[in-house]
């Protein structure tokens, strides 16, 4: 098992920026991918950044060049720096790993709220 707690949402204004913070424990040692997804009103949950152990970490077409996934190995802690936020960024975030055996771990996820 994995668990995963995320951190560091909250109310920003647009064209401001925040960090994310995904902290893992558990069965660490299994994880293969970790990313990020969001959920916003009335939407499906979609990809933000996935970030695999071994390749490059890959974006999703609205926020490349805006947010940047990244992980520290010593810490089992992910980030997503988000910059240049707009509204329509708003959403709930959600960390997720996936391990070897391709099995899905999520954690409680985090309100961004992108407003003036």
């Known amino acids: 098992q994995v668990q995963l707690v995320e951190s560091g949402g909250g109310l920003v204004q647009p064209g401001g920026s925040l960090r994310l913070s995904c902290a893992a424990s558990?069965?660490?040692?299994?994880?293969?991918?970790m990313g990020w997804y969001r959920q916003a009103p009335g939407k499906q949950r979609e990809l933000v950044a996935r970030?695999?152990?071994?390749?490059?970490?890959n974006y999703a077409d609205s926020v490349k060049g805006r947010f940047t996934g990244s992980r520290d190995y010593a810490k089992n802690t992910v980030y997503l720096r988000m910059n240049s936020l707009k509204p329509e960024d708003t959403a709930v975030y959600y960390c997720?790993?996936?391990?070897?055996?391709?099995?899905?771990?999520w954690g409680q996820g985090t309100q961004v709220t992108v407003s003036s």
């Open positions: 558990g069965s660490i040692f299994s994880i293969n991918a």
């Open positions: 997720n790993a996936v391990s070897d055996s391709y099995q899905d771990y």
């Open positions: 970030m695999p152990t071994r390749g490059a970490t």
